[in-house]
């Protein structure tokens, strides 16, 4: 896949580069000894990255070994990139990022995960030849809200007419309360039905990540945006409307008209990663409402004067809906608490191993002779 991307040359501009990012440059450059080559990171692999400098792209070293940046590198990263002592290519530094879709990484130890960066919005995708599952959605918007960028709700397959569970403006109807007054658009591939307007989200050299699973039509929408195709394509599974990870790496992608778009693969898990403000902002609703409550730990179940149980009973929200952002709540909470006891595990351990150093360096004290030695 790597080649696909290596054949483009979009210019720094067309890439987003702007006078923030050459402020910022300039002031590395000052201080370095070697030429620095400014660039976008269209792709990273493990221990490499595609960068994309305004001429050829340039696969560079981006291993936590061999590189000088901070941060672990991400596809829609702004860097300068300059010689290693092998030679080679490396990322020497990673430029302030304005915006990041972040998730948490699965596994048991809490740890984030960036999928894109410098995103100017988040296409939270759903193929409308499936069931919708509203709790993952409001799931996603959390984590699209959080990332700073602005989140669009994309609807594909409109065309499917034999195939939809349900007519889509049904659909975009339940959608309503989850939405929380984000622009959804509605497209097909096939007829160009919302294209038009999709197209717009990428005028000024803006850029866009696709979020969601496999099988709901990321790829094939990347095909017709680009005029051509970048991405590869296969079919869904017909048992299960399962898709089949056409796409494995995060890749931006720029548009011959301008603007990119970073195609991700299907993510089937978005854990939240410390999203207290996009967990309020997805849930404004509600969080708006709690603000009313007579009392401050108010549970929003039985109490006198519940703000929150007011808008429900205004029809402004739902009873599942409450239930889905108090559970969102409980699990960042107990993220938390994970991440506290991670710090002061932490700090035991280097306590530890600096008290242990600080007895090694300490002089042995002699045996003293007694009087019956001589």
Request: glycine share 8%.
């Amino acid at each position: 896949m790597i080649d696909d991307l290596a054949v483009l040359s979009p210019t720094l501009v067309s890439l987003g580069w702007d006078d923030r990012c050459e402020a910022w440059a300039d002031k590395i450059s000052e201080a370095s000894d070697s030429e620095l080559t400014r660039g976008r990171i269209a792709r990273v692999s493990r221990g490499f990255s595609l960068v994309f400098t305004g001429g050829d792209a340039v696969l560079v070293n981006s291993s936590s070994e061999r590189s000088d940046a901070s941060t672990a590198p991400a596809t829609g990263d702004y860097v300068l990139i300059g010689p290693d002592d092998e030679d080679a290519q490396i990322i020497t530094a990673i430029a302030p990022r304005r915006t990041a879709l972040i998730r948490r990484m699965p596994g048991r130890v809490p740890e984030p995960q960036i999928l894109a960066a410098n995103v100017d919005h988040v296409l939270v995708m759903h193929g409308l030849d499936r069931e919708l599952n509203m709790r993952r959605m409001e799931r996603q918007l959390v984590v699209a809200f959080d990332s700073g960028a602005t989140p669009v709700i994309v609807l594909t397959k409109s065309d499917y007419e034999d195939e939809l569970v349900e007519p889509f403006e049904q659909t975009i109807e339940r959608l309503g309360q989850a939405a929380n007054g984000v622009e959804i658009i509605t497209t097909s591939a096939k007829s160009g039905d919302g294209l038009d307007r999709l197209a717009e989200l990428f005028s000024g050299h803006r850029t866009s990540v696709m979020l969601g699973l496999s099988g709901i039509g990321k790829s094939t929408l990347v095909n017709v945006l680009s005029d051509g195709v970048v991405q590869l394509t296969n079919e869904v599974r017909v048992t299960d409307r399962r898709g089949r990870h056409t796409t494995v790496t995060r890749d931006l992608i720029p548009f011959p008209g301008g603007g990119m778009i970073i195609d991700t693969p299907g993510i089937r898990e978005i854990g939240l990663w410390q999203a207290h403000a996009g967990l309020e902002a997805a849930f404004s609703d509600l969080s708006g409402g709690a603000h009313h409550c007579r009392f401050a730990d108010c549970q929003h179940n039985k109490e006198p004067n519940c703000g929150v149980q007011e808008i429900i009973a205004a029809g402004q929200s739902t009873p599942e809906r409450l239930e889905h952002w108090m559970s969102l709540q409980a699990e960042l909470a107990e993220q938390d608490e994970q991440l506290e006891e991670f710090i002061r595990r932490n700090e035991s351990r280097l306590r530890a191993r600096a008290e242990d150093k600080q007895n090694k360096q300490r002089p042995k004290k002699t045996k003293r002779r007694g009087r019956n030695e001589f």
